[in-house]
């Protein structure tokens, strides 16, 4: 049995020349070729694509990180202008007049133990407590 080329180069491809069976080989190694140089190009481009139909979303996020910074440097001290410092003043006057407040408590506990004591004790009392005070 021999293999006739020629016949099985007719059954596969009809009445197509090698010529033209060369031609589309070539072509088709010639994309082959161009899409595997251009492969970078081209995901870049659908990349780029992809990223301008996501820019809408991330502007809006970049949006909200921008109005979150303003809230953090209301909290950062910056002489007298930030919420910080305010909060800061606020705490400073608070511990003043708990501390005029702690003194008044005193001296009504001395007003009222000298009161309840005698006229002499009363006197020797707030000697005493000038005495201990000095």
């Given at each position: 049995m021999?293999?006739?080329i020629?016949?099985?180069?007719?059954?596969?491809?009809?009445t197509?020349s090698?010529?033209?069976?060369?031609?589309w080989?070539?072509a088709i190694?010639v994309v082959?070729v161009f899409?595997?140089k251009?492969?970078p190009?081209?995901?870049?481009?659908?990349?780029t694509?992809?990223?301008?139909?996501?820019l809408p979303?991330s502007?809006?996020?970049?949006?909200?990180m921008e109005e979150n910074l303003?809230?953090?440097d209301?909290l950062?001290?910056?002489?007298?202008?930030?919420i910080?410092?305010?909060?800061t003043?606020?705490?400073?006057q608070t511990?003043?007049?708990a501390l005029?407040?702690d003194?008044?408590?005193?001296?009504c506990?001395?007003?009222?133990?000298?009161?309840?004591?005698?006229p002499?004790?009363?006197?020797?009392?707030?000697?005493?407590n000038?005495v201990d005070?000095?």
């Open positions: 021999s293999f006739d020629t016949a099985i180069f007719t059954n596969i491809f009809g197509t090698a010529f033209s069976l060369f031609v080989v070539v190694i082959i899409l595997r251009a492969w190009s081209i995901t870049g481009f659908v990349d694509i992809n990223a301008l139909g996501a979303e502007l809006d996020k970049l949006t909200a303003k809230v953090l209301e950062r001290p910056n002489h007298g202008g930030s910080r410092d305010q909060v003043e606020i705490m400073n511990t003043k007049t005029k407040l003194e008044h408590i005193e001296l506990k001395i007003v009222e133990e000298v009161s309840d004591t005698p002499k004790k009363r006197v020797r009392k707030a000697i005493e000038i005070e000095s």
